[in-house]
């Protein structure tokens, strides 16, 4: 039978060692058992709580349970109304306040210099079989890899977790001692960001996903690191069993103590199982137990109390569609005259991105608000996720691909050419509540290159692109070329589709009626499925009719064999043709049925907004443009561009270097990626929803523990280097 540990005054001390307590438990168990106390304090279950109508005999020289335990004086006694539900939400609101300093403990001795086990050169071997010499860094439950000692950001090479590591000497013909850090079950070993929140690691030879192997100069030297190697993986226990520097009887006098039996039942409810309820409710096993009520409120509570912070989004109802078919305007007297102005100082050929446009041309929106337009029907994607069949899912990714080019403004409009900096946010509400987020950012002004990103987790996609502006001047006609390709990632699946952009041509500058159109040959291309759609937007003829005004017609092809032809107008009906079945349908067609089918948009209020978002930045020229009054708008904008000029000037007075906030470059292939971006597959029993903050995408989880993830289909995908998007991440 277990007896319950009573805490009793200093004077009982001599009476514990009778022959009743030396039953119970030892003088060292009673010392670990207090420091377990105060981590986890919990009402005792019906095992460990006597019954009171036939009480045991009380421990000699100390209080029974039917007495109050009093460590100071009789007037600090307990609360006797303490009930059962208030002492459960405050040793909740323990709980996690516990979990949290450990989590910080963990972080602080990462980000310490002075927290350090061991620190010295090691050869490391890489999957090409050659060896590489690195500086090791060896922290508790961390192993930080640099190619130098300073151990700056632009070194740092890969950070390897060593909880979900074995280490294991490995023979080797070579001089040293060489031994092996791996996975058992053949994950990942590496953590997808460093010490300073680094997603790319410094440039060497590609590392093995699932184990490294070491090299040390010598047999004392690499013996060192297995002891070392041992420590740091204590230390990392340590962490998570240590406590606080309270003293422990002055703090837990009064509340009420643990038995065996209640250490065996405090994890039953906190275990991610199929048969706990989600909503947090718990089976009655007794009268000491909470009601499903009780634990479904103390539930609810307590997320309410670690609700994130989240950017408050409003909804904007006001949409302005052009007319289908060309897009034309009537310029006025005064502003061809502007127009022949600007001719005569450019010459055929040459690139228009640092001549100042009219503001009569403007449309009242940024470059990166205008990206955005693409996004509308992007539930269209949902479902191409569902789709089993991969020439099904090429398809809805077409059809999602040519659902962003109806939306036109009224006449011929340009939006504004975003400054360095800019930055621009918004989100899409789906039917069932999720949502799709948008965060763009310019991040180069010459040359002007637009990034942004769009994710959608819990519906199982994601964006990312870096658009570089161009335009050419051929005389009558001018060309908007945007360069750069656009990735779009079903996650579930591992599929990579790659897309292209056309361009915009303009004409009837000098001669004609001033007009706009698409133009180009692009491709939506799958690697891994090995389908792809090629599509040419069509240009009117010169002696073309009005039925021959923005045509568009493409393959979808499986290696070199065409399976459908499309054919239509991008701005109106699309059929598709199976070559096989010779069956032709409608792939998209956007009617008004369709329209009202868009998504709502929702944007962040301007009193929200930071002095670089893009509609807090040009409001005064947006509203001067709306107000017509053109000479003001042109007096704002000159002022903006001043700025830049100025902020420009003095970064290179001073030799500093500007770098975007949420957005940096791969070296590799010149992309721009999101900071924190996240391709993990949506996890239905931990993930809650998504959401935004200070321009951080993030998840909102039922278990803010650091999770650790492993691989999937995506991360079999990828070729093994020192770095994953599918590797093991502390949430």
Known sequence: MNMPIIHGSQSSTDDLNSSATQKSFKGDDRKQRATVLQMLPKLPSNDSLPLTSSPGPASPGGPSFGEKVDNTSSDKSPDPKLTRKE??????KNYRREKKRVANELLNSLKD????????????????????????????????????????????????????????????KKDGFCFKLYNPLDQTIWAPRGPENETIGAVVQPL????????????????????????????????IR????????????????????????????????????????????????????????????????????????VLIEEEEFGDAGEQVEELADEH????????????????????????????????????????????????????????????????????????KPKGLKKPYNPILGETFRCCWLHPNGTKTFYIAEQVSHHPPVSAFYVTNRQEG???????LAKSKFYGNSTSAILDGVAVLTLLPRGENYTLTIPY?????????????????????????????????????PFLGGVDQINCISGRLKLGKETLATLDGYWDGVIKIKDRRTGEEQI???PTNTIRKMRLKRLTVSIEHQGEFESEKLWQHVSAAILCDDMNTATEEKTSLEEVQRACSKERKVKCEDWFPKHFQQDLKNGQWVYKHSDLRPWDPRNDLYQYEHDYIIQTKTKHPAPIIRTASIISVELPPVNFSPCSPIIA
């Open 587 to 589: 792939l998209w067609n």
């Open 113 to 172: 210099p002075s927290v350090v086990v061991l620190a010295d050169w090691l050869k490391i071997r890489g999957s090409l079989k050659s060896w590489t010499k690195l500086w090791c860094v060896l922290k508790p439950g961390l192993l930080l890899l640099y190619k130098s000692p300073k151990c700056k950001s632009n070194h740092w090479v890969g950070t390897i977790l060593l909880n979900s590591c074995k280490v294991i000497e490995r023979p080797s």
């Open 504 to 540: 915009a041509h303009c004409k009837g500058i000098l001669m004609g009626t001033l007009s706009m159109e698409l133009g180009g040959k692009v491709y939506v291309e799958c690697e891994k499925t090995g389908y792809r759609t090629e599509l040419e937007f069509k240009l009117k």
């Open 87 to 92: 002492s459960y939400k405050a040793q909740r």
């Open 461 to 467: 996609f994601a964006i990312s692109a870096s658009i």
């Open 242 to 313: 240590s406590i606080s520097t309270k003293s422990t009887c002055g703090s837990t006098s009064h509340e009420t103590q643990w038995s065996e039996a209640d250490y065996e039942k405090h994890f039953v409810h906190d275990l991610d199982d199929a048969s706990q309820p989600d909503n947090g409710a718990q089976l009655s096993t007794g009268d000491g137990e909470m009601s499903d009520t009780e634990s479904e409120i103390s539930v609810k509570e307590e997320e309410i109390d670690e609700d994130p912070p989240e950017t408050p989004y």
């Open 336 to 407: 061809k005259s502007l127009i022949w102005y600007l001719v005569k100082q450019v010459r055929p050929g040459m690139d228009l991105s640092k001549v100042v446009l009219p503001t009569f041309i403007l449309e009242p929106r940024s470059f990166l608000d205008k990206l955005s337009d693409s996004y509308y029907h992007v539930d269209i994607l949902s479902n191409a996720v569902q789709e089993d069949d991969a020439f099904t899912r090429m398809k809805s990714v077409v059809k999602w691909y040519l659902s962003g080019f109806y939306k």
């Open 208 to 239: 093995p996903n699932s184990y490294s192997i070491f090299r040390a100069p010598s047999q004392a030297s690499g013996m060192c690191w297995l002891d070392a190697l041992e420590i740091s993986l204590r230390s990392d226990s340590a962490l």
